[in-house]
C-alpha cells in the first residue's frame, strides 16, 4: 500500500487542521492505520490509531480531546482533526498502514510526512 498525506500548514495556537491520507489500492480496509510525529530534534512518536473498520480508536496523552482519527474506507482515506492547536504540536506527521489490523500497530507501511507547524 502506498500512503500520500496532506493537510498540513500554518496555523495559530488554538487553530484546527485537518490532515487526510490517501491509500492506493483495494486492501485499504484491512489495514489498521495511525498518524505518528517528529518534531524537530525528537524521535518520532505515535499520535492516534484507528482499527480496519474505524471501531476502535488509540491516542496518545498528549493529544486526547483534542485531535480525532477516522477513516473512510470507501474513499481509502484516513484522516486526522485537530483542534486547540499548540506550539508543542509543530512536527512533521506520518500516516502509516498495519496489517495487524488494530489500532495500536505495528505498522508495516510508512507515507512521506505533512509539515505541521503552530505558531504561539
Known amino acids: 500500500v502506498q500512503l500520500q498525506a496532506s493537510g498540513g500548514g500554518v496555523v495559530q495556537a488554538g487553530g484546527s487542521l485537518r490532515l487526510s491520507c490517501a491509500a492506493s489500492?483495494?486492501?485499504?480496509?484491512?489495514?489498521?492505520m495511525g498518524w505518528h510525529r517528529q518534531a524537530p530534534g525528537k524521535e518520532r512518536e505515535f499520535v492516534a490509531g484507528?482499527?480496519?473498520?474505524?471501531?476502535?480508536?488509540y491516542y496518545a496523552d498528549s493529544v486526547k480531546g483534542r485531535f480525532t482519527i477516522s477513516r473512510d474506507n470507501a474513499k481509502n482515506t484516513v484522516y486526522l482533526q485537530m483542534i486547540s492547536l499548540k506550539p508543542e504540536d509543530t512536527a512533521v506527521y506520518y500516516c502509516?498502514?498495519?496489517?495487524?489490523?488494530?489500532?495500536?500497530?505495528?505498522?508495516?507501511?510508512w507515507g512521506q510526512g505533512t509539515l505541521v507547524t503552530v505558531s504561539s
Open positions: 484507528i482499527s480496519q473498520r474505524g471501531g476502535t480508536t
Open positions: 489500492g483495494r486492501t485499504f480496509s484491512i489495514y489498521g
Open positions: 502509516a498502514a498495519g496489517v495487524s489490523g488494530g489500532p495500536y500497530g505495528p505498522y508495516n507501511y
